[in-house]
């Protein structure tokens, strides 16, 4: 996360290290300067603890990166995301139509693909999302070239239903 100086402590840091100070450092970085919390807006100028006085939010000071590097990440996502919703959508439709008369459900061949794929790119989604911290500091080259193997997956996964139903 990036961004906002103060930022809320139930995201992910720590509260305070051990022998850092960091309530100090806070109020010395809010002393005479407006800024509003990240949870509610009041504005904590001069406060000198670590809770918002209006919500009671516990607050941090951070160092946030200029550049997040988010690109590859949000993209990546997108085309995973394309290709699970594609074959989710497909995977309630069998589902339905297992339980109507007249329609073939599960019966047709295309749709164990549906089963297959469907769960597989949940995992991807849910790996994409995970190893963001471990892609990240990679270069470019490899973050945009696993932002591509996203969509091709999302693509194919999406494709591969059509090409064994034709
Ligand atoms: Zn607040």
Redesign the pocket.
């Known amino acids: 996360m990036n961004g906002g100086l103060a930022e809320s402590a139930s995201d992910s840091a720590p509260r305070s290290e051990p022998g850092w100070g960091a309530s100090d450092l806070l109020a010395a970085f809010l002393g005479g300067r407006d800024y509003?919390?990240?949870?509610?807006?009041?504005n904590?100028r001069d406060l000198t603890s670590d809770c918002?006085?209006?919500?009671?939010?516990v607050?941090v000071l951070r160092v946030g990166s200029a550049h997040p590097r988010l690109a590859w990440f949000v993209t990546g996502l997108v085309g995973i995301s394309v290709g699970f919703g594609f074959n989710l959508v497909l995977f309630a439709w069998a589902i339905v139509s297992h339980f109507s008369a007249g329609y073939p459900g599960f019966d047709q061949p295309e749709m164990i693909w549906i089963v297959v794929a469907t769960p597989m790119l949940c995992a991807l989604v849910v790996a994409w999302v995970l190893g963001r911290r471990w892609v990240t500091p990679r270069p470019a080259a490899a973050r945009w070239s696993l932002a591509l193997l996203a969509w091709a997956l999302g693509l194919g996964g999406s494709f591969a239903f059509f090409g064994i139903a034709m």
């Open positions: 509003p919390c990240p949870c509610c807006g009041y904590l918002c006085p209006e919500c009671g939010d607050l």
